[in-house]
Nanobody, 127 residues
Framework: QVQLVESGGGLVQAGGSLRLSCAVS????????MGWFRQAPGKEREFVTT????????SSADSVKGRFTISRDNAKNTVYLQMNSLKPEDTAVYYC????????????????????WGQGTQVTVSS
């Protein structure tokens, strides 16, 4: 059973930073494409950023480019989301997700492509 546990959320002022972590157990982490998604109250879950199994390929939503960075440590079975210059509109529950991509595919922005999900961690940015 693959389990994902997010941590690092909290309350921060606009302009501040947070680093989220997602620890994965029960599977072969080094083979998974990882993604971060978020869901604000009353809104659909939206893509934030994704990273390939090797870490060599990443992709991010336009709304977070230049502010958020995804990284991974395959030795620690952990993926990270460094969030800088936070804005009130970044307030949401942040979820990490994992999946095995088909050959020739490395990242995905589609929630439906992800097989495993964490429970989420709340990020609140005050103005």
């Amino acid at each position: 059973q693959v389990q994902l546990v997010e941590s690092g959320g909290g309350l921060v002022q606009a302009g501040g930073s947070l680093r989220l972590s997602c620890a994965v157990s029960g599977g072969t982490f080094s083979r998974y494409t990882m993604g971060w998604f978020r869901q604000a109250p009353g809104k659909e879950r939206e893509f934030v950023t994704t990273i390939s199994w090797s870490g060599s390929r990443t992709s991010s939503a336009d709304s977070v480019k230049g502010r958020f960075t995804i990284s991974r440590d395959n030795a620690k079975n952990t993926v990270y989301l460094q969030m800088n210059s936070l804005k009130p509109e970044d307030t949401a529950v942040y979820y990490c997700a994992a999946t095995l991509m088909p050959p020739g595919y490395y990242t995905s922005a589609r929630p439906s492509d992800y097989a495993f999900w964490g429970q989420g961690t709340q990020v609140t940015v005050s103005s």
